[in-house]
């Protein structure tokens, strides 16, 4: 008899432990990721017994908590909604969060675990709940310039600064306003959502960090790197010029853009090549390069990995495996290479910045209710994709594109830019993608900027990066820079 209760001690016993332990690791370890966990309602509902925490750009609040006449306490409202929609998302009272909203949902509402001294100490004192503001990296000029730079264009524009990572700027159009998807009538909620789902634009798409285009002669900049890294090629390496090439093992013929030689001459040199945005040329240089040589390359730049701004950024893509005649397309940009605007400010951003990559970042600081810092955000490298001194003949190779090449359009009077644009092809048929990415001042870059336009900007297969991008990228940095 005394055994078996000894057994049944010992098991009630382990019983208790492990129970003991599971709370313990859940309570203590897991309480930010359960909170962010959007299958959790309790939290969800939670976060309308608070005040959540205003979202802030340049100190005033962009998403903020109003107090409401109803069950639900507080109404989250958004200030200029379309500008920054992308940016905050919004939280519905039916469904999941999105944008900062559910990113820094537990910061916002206060349940994150570096907030647990000030619950205490709210509950201690009386306070009624409250969760802690997010001051956010957006320069609101630049914001607003590339806002207005874009127009009616469907597409984004992107603007960092090089030597830290912080994102001064990130449009998408068409945008949508969340105030819409908040108000507390779910049916009114779920019709505007519908509506928005339902609107062939796709407004809900954030245009910045997901979605994914054919980078086209952007990725150029890509594939020099790899060549001068190499220490096989300069600026001045030559190769055979004609007017059509034939991929190797194939009867598919590339051309460039003009239609003819990459300038006169039998042969063409790198630099004359990338300032002219040839194709023909990449594709000679990818074949010699080969497929490992350029992914290797984009990868350092964050191609084919994933990260969080903190914000989840879609996953740009060059593809593996790749034969010789694949390699000769991806090499300017086309075959199945991906990218979204924030990658390729990325790959200009590290050019400006001595050939360092810095990891995007979206929050400059978490501030409690009191705006005492909880959390401030720094600087950090993502690694290094090049030398200085490659960084420094990209620049130089850059600024010839702009000042008497295929960017010319982004000149600015008094002020030396580097840039290359992008004409990506989608088919036979479909509108051109269309792309600027660069930096200025070329000889002290304070600003790296994207900028894609889709659907051909309206001008289907007329359109082209120069004609269309360039202006934008132009007008946005004559802001920034005359702030």
Known sequence: MNRELKRVSIVVMLMFIA??????IVQAF???????????????YDSYQVERGAILVAGDPIAQSMPADDDYKFLRTYTNPELYAPITGYIPINGEPTGLEFALNAELTGTS????????????????????????????????????????????????EPTTGRILAMVSKPSFNPNLLTVHNNAEVTASYEALLADENDPLINRAINSLNPPGSIFKLVVTTA?????????ESTFPNPAVYTAPGTTSKIENSSGSTCGAGETVTLATALRLSC???FAELGVALGDTAIRETAEKFGFNSSFSIPLSVTESVYPDGLDDPQTAQSAFGQYDVRANPLQMALVSGAIANGGVVMQPNLVQEILAPNLSAIQTFKPAELGRVMSEKTAATLSAMMINGVQDGAASNARIDGVEVAGKTGTAQNGSTDPFTLWFTGFAPA??????????IEDGG?????????????????KVLEAVLNK
Request: glycine letters at 8%.
């Open 19 to 24: 129970l003991l332990s599971s709370t313990s």
């Open 30 to 44: 897991q309480a930010d990721n359960l909170s962010a966990d959007p299958r959790n309602t309790r939290t969800l």
């Open 113 to 160: 675990n570096s907030q647990f001294f000030d619950k205490i100490s709210a509950l201690v004192t009386g306070q009624d709940p409250k969760g802690a503001a997010v001051e956010v990296t957006i320069d609101p000029i630049a914001q607003q310039a590339a806002w207005d730079a874009l127009g009616d264009y469907t597409g984004s524009v992107v603007v960092t």
């Open 227 to 235: 060549a001068l890294e190499s220490g096989d090629y300069t600026p």
């Open 279 to 281: 194709n023909i040329p």
């Open 443 to 452: 000889d002290d870059p304070q600003f790296a900027i994207t900028v894609l």
């Open 458 to 474: 309206g001008e289907g297969q007329t359109g082209f990066g120069n004609k269309l991008a360039a202006p934008v990228a132009q």
